[in-house]
């Protein structure tokens, strides 16, 4: 069974501060990908990271993933109060989605 | 574009009685996959269908329980609750077409077992 682990749990961040949440994965996963969950909401697919090496960016985010090392990150850039939200990170064995926990960012003015 | 739609958004039952979940996959979609997420936790995978039967299972008891129709959409049933069972239940659909496809979620319905 792939076991997915985000840490941190919970980080709190100045706007306009950099951080990064680390995703570690057991064992081989096909694939690597980032989801973020509003307060009451359904998740949002932000990336999908297929092999190693790769890497992706959209706005002050950006994804990139190490298969040798099971690592998968999501670099945040000059935070800012939007992207308060929890961000889970998931890998695949073909037809089944393994989570993470999820970490819960907040972002303070 | 209709994306994956879920009914009802919310649902209180008794212990013991049974509950049914009903899911639309996106448009274009074949594949519905149902997740249940506990209060501060990930998704966890219940089951997976495709081609209207059950493709593979994750690991919860046979009180859940599924089905596709020739439309595509999906049922959630699940029999006997129990209080553990509270959570938001997710419906989430694919292409089996294509090599990769990141799951696209509905907005899930809230049962609440009391």
């Known amino acids: 069974e792939l076991k997915v682990e985000q840490n941190p749990l919970f980080l709190s961040m100045q706007e306009g501060k950099n951080y990064t949440i680390y995703c570690n994965y057991s064992?081989?996963?096909?694939?690597l990908y980032w989801y973020r969950q509003d307060p009451g909401k359904s998740l949002e697919s932000l990336f999908v990271l297929l092999s190693n090496g790769a890497v992706k960016q959209e706005g002050r985010l950006m994804a990139s993933l190490d298969t040798k090392a099971r690592l998968s990150t999501l670099h945040i850039t000059a935070a800012v109060h939007d992207l308060s939200a929890t961000y889970f990170c998931a890998g695949d064995t073909g037809n089944q989605f393994y989570f993470g926990t999820g970490t819960s960012l907040t972002v303070i003015p | 574009d209709a994306g994956v739609t879920q009914s009802p958004t919310h649902l209180i039952k008794t212990r013991g009685q049974q509950v049914t979940l009903r899911c639309s996959p996106k448009s274009g979609h074949d594949t519905v996959s149902w997740y249940q997420q506990a209060l501060g936790q990930g998704p966890q995978f219940i089951f997976q269908?495709?081609?209207?039967?059950?493709?593979q299972r994750g690991n919860f008891p046979d009180r859940f329980s599924g089905h596709q129709f020739p439309n595509y959409s999906s049922e959630l049933n699940v029999n006997a609750l129990l209080l553990g069972d509270s959570a938001l239940y997710l419906c989430?659909?694919?292409?089996?077409?294509?090599?990769?496809?990141?799951?696209?979620f509905g907005n899930g319905t809230r049962l609440t077992v009391t």
């Open positions: 064992t081989t996963s096909d694939r």
């Open positions: 269908y495709y081609e209207e039967e059950e493709r």
């Open positions: 989430a659909s694919s292409h089996s077409g294509q090599g990769y496809s990141p799951l696209h």
